[in-house]
Nanobody
């Protein structure tokens, strides 16, 4: 079992930045590829970004490419999502997720999920 705890959400004006963090206590963090997903009110959960176990490979949804950056620190059992140039359409609950083996953009591929952190971008 992997526990994931997100933090860093909040209210920000359009054009601003936020950094989300996700901590996964335990010795096996480096065994998991990590992903960030988001879910806006009335919409389905969607892929945002993913990172490989070593951190050498990253993947992004087209909607956030060039604005968001995913990274990880295996020594701190943490994965991060740096969000710049935020837009009102980025408003959602953001979730981190973990899966064994390679990163994936599909929701069903992830085994463990955090509780989510709210990001609200005002216009």
């Amino acid at each position: 079992q992997v526990q994931l705890v997100e933090s860093g959400g909040g209210l920000v004006q359009a054009g601003g930045s936020l950094r989300l963090s996700c901590v996964a206590p335990g010795r096996t963090f480096s065994s998991y590829a990590m992903g960030w997903f988001r879910q806006a009110p009335g919409k389905e959960r969607e892929f945002v970004a993913a990172i490989s176990r070593s951190g050498s490979n990253t993947y992004y949804a087209d909607s956030v490419k060039g604005r968001f950056s995913i990274s990880r620190d295996n020594a701190k059992n943490s994965v991060y999502l740096q969000m710049n140039s935020l837009k009102p359409e980025d408003t959602a609950v953001y979730y981190c997720a973990a899966r064994t083996w390679a990163p994936n953009s599909e929701i069903y591929a992830y085994d463990y999920w955090g509780q989510g952190t709210q990001v609200t971008v005002s216009s």
